[in-house]
């Protein structure tokens, strides 16, 4: 599977919100970086920082409306993210950017106005 349908499938994962699904995509020393929140590292991090979203939320739906991928195995997305907690919609856009090496995101960067989405909830 090309690194593009590997971030597709990871979408699909978070969109599924099952932990054993999701973090199957990571590498043991992952990074990811939910800018402007703390960077994490390793699966056990990752999934402390996921874990929110997961627990918290109903109706995950994350929708790639762009995809780019260059030859040094990044692939850039930009997404509307949408999810419901405590039955407040958050709808907002995201730019993502993954790393791969060997089929697996080794680091993943998100930027988003952190106030656009904490406004709707």
Known sequence: MDNQSIVEAFIAAINSNKKAA????FAGNACYHNIPLTERHGKHEIWQEL?????NASNIDWKITAIACNQGGQVLTERRDRFEVNGKQADFKVMGIFELTDGKI???????DVKTCMSQL
């Not at 999701?22 to 995509?25: N, S």
């Not at 874990?51 to 627990?55: A, D, E, I, T, Y």
């Open 51 to 55: 874990s929110q979203l997961s627990s």
């Open 106 to 112: 080794t680091h993943w960067r998100d930027y988003f």
């Open 22 to 25: 999701i973090m199957d995509f």
